[in-house]
């Protein structure tokens, strides 16, 4: 149950993020998934160094790139 709870709290943090809800939806999804300020840190703070880990893909990507036009 608590798994699929961070899965769909997950999920919401990407809406929002990507702007596909209003900081209201947002808020009245957070409250009906009931979920511990613990978790959702730690679901917060997965999510975040998976955003990193793109960002770094990305930047990593690009230098490629651009190394190869030079």
Known sequence: MEE???ERLETLLI???DERISWCEFWDYFQDLNVSAKTY???Q???SS???QID???RDLQNEIN????
Do not use: F, G, M, T
């Open 4 to 6: 699929e709870r961070e």
């Open 15 to 17: 809406n929002k993020r």
């Open 41 to 43: 840190n730690e679901v």
């Open 45 to 47: 703070a997965k999510h």
């Open 50 to 52: 998976k955003i990193n």
């Open 56 to 58: 770094r893909s990305i």
């Open 67 to 70: 190394n190869l036009h030079q």
